[in-house]
Structures are given as structure tokens and as C-alpha cells.
């Protein structure tokens, strides 16, 4: 299954490390959309969108293009988050946008990553270490799962 991941990674680093140990189980095309805003979806079957978490929700370049982005009847959308706290699914946001759309979300994928953002910097951060290699093993397990290779 032809593959692309889209990801935002802004502060550390946590989802580009993500994105890329799934790009790798995947044999995927990896594309930072902070650099390149607008990748053509064309030729792909599935295609991920990975963000950290900020302010309960995926990165806003994320946001929008889940909102704005062709894709095509047969695609499948998966998407992934990292965040200093777990507690919630932080793509909901983004599914209820792609659901409106009738865009099939294959599922999501989320794990811990180290964060300093507001008052979590005063105190040296959480999640340090995250994502480590056991939470980059749970996402390769997951990408493998729901593209069945």
C-alpha cells in the first residue's frame, strides 16, 4: 500500500521521531508540512497525519489540511499525536473533520512525548525520554496493523 505521512513537529522533535520510525516500517514518503505546506496526495493509498498536541488538539497546518486536502473516494487517513500528557485522544478534533468529509480514518496512534510548553518548562518539562524506542516499536506496530503488512 502506497503510503505518504504528513507531519508537524514543532518544539522537540517527539513527532517527527514518530513519523519517521512509521515512514520506515512502512516504506512510506515522509513529508514535514512546515516546509513544504502542500503535498499532492495523488497516487497514494493511505496517507498519515502526525502532529504533536497543542491546546488538546493537532497543529493548526495539520487542521487545515484535513480540512482543505483532495483526497481521493478510496484513501484511507490514519493519524498520530505526541503529547507531554496522555489522558485523552487528541485527534478527535481532526476524525469528527475527515468524518464530515467521508474520509475513512483507518485509526489513531498516540504516545508521550517530552514537553516544556508553559508552565511544564518552569519545571524542567515532562515526558523526558519520550518518544523512546519502545514507544517508536508501538508505532511501527500500529502502522503495520492497520496497512495489514
Not at 504528513?6 to 512509521?22: D, E, L, P
Not at 513529508?31 to 502526525?50: F, K, N, Q, R, T
Not at 482543505?68 to 478527535?92: E, H, I, M, N, W
Not at 485509526?107 to 511544564?120: N, W
Request: charged residues 20%; glycine residues 12%.
Amino acid at each position: 500500500m502506497k503510503t505518504i505521512i504528513i507531519f508537524a513537529s514543532t518544539h522537540h522533535g517527539n513527532t517527527q521521531k514518530v513519523a519517521r520510525a512509521m515512514a520506515e516500517a512502512a516504506g512510506a514518503a515522509l513529508v514535514d508540512i512546515m516546509e513544504y505546506p502542500a503535498p499532492d496526495l495523488s497516487g497514494y493509498d493511505a496517507v498519515g497525519l502526525a502532529s504533536g498536541a497543542y491546546f488538546g488538539t493537532l497543529h493548526q497546518r495539520i487542521r487545515d489540511f484535513a480540512e482543505q486536502a483532495d483526497f481521493s473516494p478510496s484513501q484511507k487517513v490514519f493519524l498520530a499525536t505526541t503529547c507531554g500528557v496522555g489522558y485523552r485522544d487528541y485527534t478527535s478534533g481532526v476524525k469528527k473533520v475527515l468524518a464530515k468529509r467521508g474520509v475513512t480514518c483507518l485509526g489513531s496512534f498516540q504516545c508521550r512525548g517530552y514537553d516544556t510548553y508553559g508552565i511544564f518548562g518552569k519545571t524542567g518539562g515532562i515526558a523526558k525520554g519520550h518518544p523512546n524506542e519502545k514507544d517508536c516499536e508501538r508505532a511501527k506496530l500500529f502502522i503495520r496493523r492497520i496497512l495489514a503488512i
